[in-house]
């Protein structure tokens, strides 16, 4: 027989069996202990230690790997950092402006010191994505420059930036490739007119993480840029890896 439209809307009302944490106003137990941890963080200063595991599972009534899973949470979030075999208090994180200006520009005007560790510095045939944001054929020459940026001493980027290689073949004469690569190209006549970025979330390969000195499953932020200048040639592609725990990004939006 079918039901009633009382009796369906009884069911409805009806809490879920089992625990479910669906039920309104149930929210897990690491949830309870981050809030406090982050109150508790507030009345700290950067790079005190934070409580061990074990003491903040005293101290809260849980167990460790509940702990555990708060402190992972407030470490993506850059409010915490590893520091040998204990937790402090990091810094909070460089909000980046997206704008036409260099990492080195950026970092200096939020007082932070910009700095970069060469990778490799080669030249290549470019692949089809490549050739298609040069708007150079396939296969054609370009020069790959890989460098780890740095803020404050600190690991923050993964940065791969392709120029089309006859244009820029001089750049090897005096340019220092842990300096702005944005000066030295202006310093060379040329312009940025305009670019194109999109921003999503990767994680980490093994190399990356290695070079980033962060885990495999941290949360990474992918910035793919496209420069042209102001007559619409292309200048660079750009493939940027960023630490989600140290970096955020901000842009101005004007109607």
Request: aromatic fraction near 2%; glycine fraction near 10%.
């Given at each position: 027989m079918e039901a009633t439209e009382?009796?369906?809307?009884?069911?409805?009302?009806?809490?879920?069996?089992?625990?479910?944490?669906?039920?309104?106003?149930r929210l897990p137990k690491s949830y309870h202990v981050r809030t406090e941890l982050e109150q508790m963080i507030d009345g700290?200063?950067?790079?005190?230690?934070?409580?061990?595991?074990?003491?903040?599972?005293v101290r809260f009534a849980v167990a460790r790997e509940t702990v555990r899973q708060a402190l992972r949470d407030l470490l993506?979030?850059?409010?915490?950092?590893?520091?040998?075999?204990?937790?402090?208090?990091?810094?909070?994180?460089?909000v980046q402006p997206l704008s036409l200006r260099s990492y080195?520009?950026?970092?200096?005007s939020?007082?932070?010191?910009?700095?970069?560790?060469?990778?490799?510095?080669?030249?290549?045939?470019?692949?089809?994505d490549t050739a298609r944001d040069l708007?150079?054929?396939?296969?054609?020459?370009?020069?790959?420059?890989?460098?780890?940026?740095l803020a404050d001493g600190e690991r923050i980027g993964l940065e791969s930036t392709f120029l089309p290689l006859p244009r820029f073949a001089g750049l090897?004469?005096?340019?220092?490739?842990?300096?702005?690569?944005?000066?030295?190209?202006?310093?060379?006549?040329?312009?940025?007119?305009?670019?194109?970025?999109?921003?999503?979330t990767v994680l980490a390969s093994p190399r990356e993480a290695a070079l980033l000195?962060?885990?495999?499953?941290?949360?990474?932020?992918?910035?793919?840029?496209?420069?042209v200048d102001p007559d619409g040639v292309s200048v660079e592609r750009v493939r940027s890896l960023y630490r989600g725990d140290r970096i955020a990004f901000e842009a101005r939006l004007v109607e």
């Open positions: 009382p009796a369906r809307a009884a069911r409805a009302e009806m809490p879920r069996a089992n625990g479910d944490s669906a039920i309104p106003g700290l200063a950067e790079g005190d230690p934070v409580p061990s595991e074990r003491e903040l599972a993506v979030e850059g409010r915490v950092r590893r520091q040998g075999r204990g937790t402090v208090v990091s810094r909070p994180k460089m080195t520009e950026g970092a200096l939020l007082g932070r010191v910009p700095g970069r560790i060469l990778v490799g510095w080669e030249d290549l045939p470019a692949d089809a708007d150079i054929a396939p296969g054609a020459p370009v020069m790959h420059l890989e460098r780890v940026l090897r004469d005096g340019y220092d490739p842990t300096t702005s690569l944005y000066a030295a190209l202006r310093e060379r006549g040329v312009t940025f007119g305009a670019a194109t970025e999109r921003i999503e000195e962060c885990s495999t499953a941290m949360p990474l932020l992918l910035l793919n840029r496209r420069s």
